[in-house]
């Protein structure tokens, strides 16, 4: 396996390997959504800096994921952040009397900034919190737990696929890219830095990926037919010990990262 598809597969295997597998789903979906809430409607300062500081600590320190998987896993949100957060940085039409930079019809202001902060927070402590859950948890257990939720089996069965389906596309991508670059496909020759090449090979490249990823998804659902697969495809719930005390320490951290904002916001 590649380095690219370790990269790809270093969450799933995390979740596989946490010591908080043996733990219920119900108590770590409880501490995980109880982080998000918080994370959403605590007070930026220090609330979303409580709930991150809470997120890591549980990750990296009880689930013994390690950090770089974690980073690793939160560096498509990050982006998906900083963009968002410069998208409210910049205001659109007239300039506020304190603005710090203006350019035509856009503006930066402390208003427009601390609203970008805000957001970035929210955002980022959010994220830390569901990855509380995708980092201890595999899909399968998440999937089973909401089958017994009596949530409905079609919608079971489409998550279901497009979790494997995900990783099919996501290995044909990689396999494609990397025979590319084996054969040079990446290499900037010819006029501009070879822009008109890279344009052709990222053509050719998406075109190899449908049809690839088209028979590897058809050969999968070949392999699930073969093996019986006709309307649900379940598998053996393992049965695993409550907890008491973790959901008592879950419950104490959330209200002292709550009670903690209320006080420094009532001063």
């Known amino acids: 396996?590649?380095?690219?598809?370790?990269?790809?597969?270093?969450?799933?295997?995390?979740?596989?390997?946490?010591?908080?597998?043996?733990?219920?789903?119900?108590?770590?979906?409880?501490?995980?959504?109880?982080?998000?809430?918080?994370?959403?409607?605590?007070?930026?300062?220090?609330?979303?800096?409580?709930?991150?500081?809470?997120?890591?600590?549980?990750?990296?320190?009880?689930?013994?994921?390690?950090?770089?998987?974690?980073?690793?896993?939160?560096?498509?949100?990050?982006?998906?952040?900083?963009?968002?957060?410069?998208?409210?940085?910049?205001?659109?039409?007239?300039?506020?009397?304190?603005?710090?930079?203006?350019?035509?019809?856009?503006?930066?202001?402390?208003?427009s900034a601390m609203q970008a902060l805000r957001l970035f927070l929210h955002g980022l402590s959010g994220t830390l919190s569901v990855m509380v859950l995708a980092t201890t948890t595999p899909m399968v257990d998440l999937l089973t737990w909401l089958r017994r939720l009596r949530v409905p089996e079609p919608l079971l069965e489409i998550a279901n696929l497009t979790y494997r389906l995900l990783f099919v596309i996501l290995d044909t991508m990689l396999t494609v890219l990397e025979a590319q670059r084996c054969r040079l496909g990446d290499n900037p020759v010819g006029p501009m830095r070879g822009l008109r090449r890279r344009w052709e090979n990222t053509a050719t490249a998406i075109g190899a990926i449908g049809v690839l990823a088209w028979e590897r998804a058809a050969r999968l659902n070949e392999g699930m037919s073969h093996r019986g697969f006709e309307t649900t495809l379940a598998t053996l719930p393992v049965r695993r010990a409550a907890s008491p005390g973790f959901v008592i320490v879950t419950i104490a951290v959330i209200a002292a990262i709550w009670a903690i904002s209320w006080g420094v916001d009532a001063l």
Do not use: N
């Open 1 to 111: 396996m590649s380095s690219h598809s370790r990269h790809i597969h270093a969450l799933d295997d995390a979740a596989w390997d946490s010591p908080w597998r043996r733990r219920r789903v119900g108590e770590k979906v409880l501490c995980s959504m109880g982080l998000v809430l918080t994370a959403l409607l605590a007070p930026v300062w220090p609330g979303t800096i409580l709930v991150s500081v809470a997120a890591v600590a549980l990750i990296v320190g009880s689930a013994r994921i390690r950090p770089r998987v974690l980073a690793e896993a939160m560096t498509g949100p990050l982006v998906f952040l900083l963009l968002g957060g410069v998208s409210v940085l910049f205001s659109v039409g007239r300039s506020p009397a304190d603005a710090w930079w203006r350019l035509g019809a856009l503006s930066v202001g402390p208003t």
